[in-house]
């Protein structure tokens, strides 16, 4: 969901800065324009300061639960990161995530606290975007009670749904894909078939391969990509550079960021790594959505 804002009063400032030491988001200082123009700009936002002044601020901004970005509001002395807004659409995840500092998550959404995913949370874990949101009410609801089958239908075919089925459609998955020089096709594809395995993806949600520009003349990726039938992308040097992936690369001393991470999230339509970088003998995959 991107790096998050990170409003907060000045005499919050070792807070905030901690916070975006761990997230790598940008502190903004506070006054209600700033946080204005923060939930325009934002996918999230954390707020150092009390509930109560951070729902003020949010109340007159609130659009629709698809388009507002999550806010958590997180106490200045570090104790409790609180969801109060997109909770299903990034809030849980981001407030648990905090937990790994010490932070302790107060999660309020009916499905988890029941101990349930939300159509959202499996929708998002699938690598999948909800067409029919207005389902997800009496989805959700009906979760709290019984566990729901996740049906994978594939066609071609024609399905027709009621109000209480959500219909989920993946995403163009961009796979990222980094190898050792001389690599051979078949140790490719057997990294590309583990990788998308681990997200229960399959090779048709796939929408193309990419990988660094160095690695433009490595036969063994593009002979992987030729039997896959997909089309493998090469991303410049600048644009991997622009970049800065999670995890720690070999390339650094090519003078690059990274291969897999970059490239895949470079080409990717959310910047969103559902698979960091794995290492499978001579290859490393990362996936992107």
């Given at each position: 969901?991107?790096?998050p804002?990170?409003?907060?009063?000045s005499?919050?400032l070792a807070?905030?800065e901690k916070?975006r030491d761990?997230?790598?988001?940008?502190i903004v200082a506070?006054t209600?324009?700033?946080?204005?123009q923060?939930f325009?700009?934002?996918?999230s936002?954390?707020?150092?300061?009390?509930t109560g002044i951070?729902v003020?601020?949010?109340?007159?901004?609130?659009?629709?639960?698809?388009?507002?970005?999550a806010?958590v509001v997180?106490?200045?002395g570090?104790?409790?990161a609180?969801?109060v807004?997109?909770?299903?659409?990034?809030g849980?995840?981001l407030?648990k995530k905090?937990?790994?500092?010490g932070?302790i998550?107060?999660?309020t959404?009916?499905t988890?606290?029941?101990?349930k995913?939300?159509?959202?949370?499996?929708s998002d874990?699938?690598g999948?975007?909800?067409i029919?949101?207005?389902?997800?009410?009496?989805?959700?609801t009906a979760?709290?009670?019984t566990?729901?089958?996740v049906?994978?239908?594939k066609g071609p075919?024609?399905?027709?749904v009621?109000?209480e089925v959500s219909?989920?459609k993946?995403?163009?998955?961009i796979?990222?894909?980094?190898?050792?020089?001389g690599?051979?096709?078949?140790?490719?594809?057997?990294a590309?078939?583990?990788?998308?395995?681990e997200i229960?993806?399959?090779?048709?949600?796939?929408k193309?391969?990419?990988?660094a520009k160095?690695k433009?003349?490595?036969e063994?990726i593009i002979d992987?990509a030729?039997e896959f039938?997909k089309?493998?992308?090469?991303?410049?040097?600048e644009?991997i550079?622009?970049i800065?992936p999670?995890s720690?690369s070999?390339?650094?001393?090519?003078?690059?960021n990274?291969?897999?991470e970059p490239s895949?999230l470079?080409?990717?339509?959310e910047k969103?790594l559902?698979l960091k970088k794995?290492?499978?003998?001579?290859v490393?995959i990362?996936?992107?959505?």
């Amino acid at each position: 969901m991107g790096e998050p804002a990170i409003i907060t009063f000045s005499r919050n400032l070792a807070a905030a800065e901690k916070l975006r030491d761990f997230t790598g988001g940008e502190i903004v200082a506070y006054t209600k324009e700033a946080f204005k123009q923060a939930f325009e700009k934002y996918n999230s936002i954390i707020a150092v300061m009390a509930t109560g002044i951070a729902v003020r601020n949010i109340a007159p901004l609130l659009r629709d639960k698809w388009k507002d970005p999550a806010v958590v509001v997180v106490d200045s002395g570090l104790n409790f990161a609180i969801p109060v807004l997109g909770g299903h659409h990034g809030g849980n995840e981001l407030a648990k995530k905090l937990e790994s500092i010490g932070i302790i998550p107060v999660i309020t959404t009916a499905t988890e606290v029941m101990g349930k995913e939300s159509v959202e949370a499996i929708s998002d874990k699938l690598g999948c975007r909800i067409i029919n949101r207005e389902s997800t009410k009496k989805v959700n609801t009906a979760l709290l009670d019984t566990d729901i089958d996740v049906l994978n239908v594939k066609g071609p075919k024609i399905v027709i749904v009621g109000d209480e089925v959500s219909v989920l459609k993946r995403r163009g998955l961009i796979v990222g894909i980094g190898a050792n020089r001389g690599v051979s096709c078949g140790e490719v594809i057997e990294a590309i078939t583990g990788a998308l395995s681990e997200i229960n993806a399959g090779i048709d949600d796939v929408k193309c391969f990419a990988s660094a520009k160095i690695k433009e003349n490595e036969e063994g990726i593009i002979d992987a990509a030729a039997e896959f039938g997909k089309q493998i992308k090469f991303v410049p040097d600048e644009l991997i550079n622009s970049i800065k992936p999670p995890s720690h690369s070999k390339a650094k001393r090519l003078g690059l960021n990274g291969v897999c991470e970059p490239s895949a999230l470079a080409l990717s339509d959310e910047k969103k790594l559902l698979l960091k970088k794995r290492i499978y003998g001579n290859v490393t995959i990362a996936i992107a959505r």
